[in-house]
């Protein structure tokens, strides 16, 4: 499998911005939680600052993804471009414009994003797994994810994973609804080649297409199942909106929809001012207007019925902070389902 | 050319005390700082192993372990939330 690979001196810097992490998320943030209000002003003050700089130092210091990305450029670039046959398909949209709320602004602290360079799919690939640790494998969100999806569709139907990425939510998709037809749609050209290449690598029959989200890009009624998995906090509330009346149109009568985002449903005041920093420190551009919105409410305005909100632990049990995962469900009116 | 044995001087003690005055605003550099140190701790640890894998002797770097990385975290990053000025 090709994938971004580190010198020894990069994993140990890694492994250091990994473990900062989980001291950040973990005594710093009880020292903040604590009852010395003394020690948990100061962990706030520290907690805050570090927040940013834990992406920083990922992404650009010394031993930095961006760089052990720009020397492997050819080989990550050759690995695009020469994928392994199989029943994976990607169809590309040259003249797709992508929108100014996603090119104008940076998320995350990845330079560029993920659309400046071809490798920029493998950096965020390697990167998503040590900010959230979402992808922990005794506490996989996708997985989860996964199988709430295989739960409102009884395994199988027509699937759209929209803001689909390199692949991560699709292919739990798959694995968690073997007999149903997966597709993914992205703005990204970078990490839909990479979830080309995870699909052909994987022998999935996953159907990839670049295009917008207020526009998707298939017939009216194509789909019993749309999912969206970290996506809508990633767009401004009108762009959001537009998604939202666009899964109305290509779900089937009686469809759902199923997404997996950060909203606060309930939150004592010290983890609703983390939750808002975070949208600030971690250059998450429309997360605070996201918690702002009646979500219910906007998917009922979009046509929607049967709205549903469920908090979801990152880690069970844990006391270590995290962001706020929420799954959401939703569906359209009449159908059997 | 710098004698390998005086890198072993830069321990987390001593970075860790270097500043007791620190301002939130530099945790960040103290975080990357110490991020290289570990780094660099980990070069020299596999260049002891090298020597020791070709028969050399380690001097005063034999049975140095491992960098750990989430030690070194703990033993600099604990005191920042205790020093920094309110």
Redesign the interface.
């Known amino acids: 499998m090709t994938a971004l690979t580190l010198t020894?001196?990069e994993r140990?810097?890694q492994?250091?911005?990994?473990?900062?992490r989980?001291?950040?998320a973990g005594?710093?943030y009880r020292?903040m939680a604590g009852d010395d209000t003394?020690?948990g002003?100061?962990?706030y003050?520290?907690f805050?600052?570090?927040e940013?700089?834990?992406q920083?130092?990922k992404y650009v210091?010394?031993?930095g993804l961006t760089h052990a990305a720009a020397r492997q450029r050819d080989a990550l670039v050759d690995a695009l471009a020469d994928v392994p046959e199989g029943p994976a398909t990607l169809r590309l949209a040259p003249d797709l414009e992508l929108p100014g709320y996603f090119t104008d602004v940076s998320f995350h602290h990845q330079p560029g994003g993920t659309t400046a360079t071809p490798e920029a799919g493998f950096v965020y690939e390697y990167a998503s797994g040590s900010t959230t640790r979402m992808t922990d494998p005794a506490t996989d969100m996708h997985a989860r994810f996964a199988a709430r999806a295989g739960d409102l569709v009884a395994g199988g139907g027509d699937v759209l994973d929209v803001g689909c990425g390199f692949g991560k939510s699709t292919i739990a998709l798959a694995r968690a609804l073997p007999s149903a037809t997966i597709h993914g749609v992205d703005l990204s050209r970078p990490l839909l080649q990479l979830a080309l290449l995870r699909a052909r690598e994987s022998e999935l029959a996953l159907h990839f297409r670049q295009g917008r989200l207020e526009h998707l890009p298939y017939p009216d009624d194509s789909f019993d199942l749309v999912t969206a998995s970290m996506v809508i906090h990633e767009m401004p509330p009108a762009a959001m909106r537009d998604f939202f009346a666009e899964a109305v149109r290509v779900l089937r009568p009686g469809g759902v929809l199923l997404c997996l985002d950060f909203y606060v449903l309930a939150a004592h005041d010290l983890a609703e001012a983390l939750h808002r920093g975070h949208s600030r420190r971690n250059e998450e551009p429309y997360l605070e207007q996201l918690f702002d919105l009646d979500l219910p409410a906007e998917l009922r305005a979009g046509g929607f019925v049967d709205v549903g909100l469920e908090a979801s632990a990152q880690r069970p049990g844990s006391d270590e902070w995290s962001l706020p995962w929420t799954f959401v469900t939703a569906r359209t009116a009449g159908g059997p389902r | 050319m710098t004698d390998p044995s005086t890198l072993t001087e830069l321990t987390p003690d001593r970075l860790a005390e270097a500043d007791t005055t620190l301002h939130?605003?530099t945790?960040?550099a103290l975080?990357?700082l110490?991020?290289?140190v570990?780094?660099l701790r980990?070069?020299l640890y596999?260049l002891r192993a090298q020597v020791v894998a070709n028969g050399g002797d380690a001097g005063p770097l034999a049975g140095w372990p491992e960098?750990d990385?989430?030690a070194?975290?703990?033993l600099v990053?604990?005191r920042?939330?205790?020093e920094?000025p309110?």
């Open positions: 020894r001196s140990a810097y492994d250091f911005v990994r473990a900062a989980g001291w950040w005594p710093l020292d003394r020690r002003a100061a962990a003050r520290v805050c600052g570090l940013g700089a834990l920083d130092l210091g010394t031993g | 939130p605003g945790a960040a975080l990357a110490t991020a290289e570990h780094m980990t070069q596999d960098p990385a989430a070194l975290v703990r990053m604990d920042l939330v205790t920094v309110r």
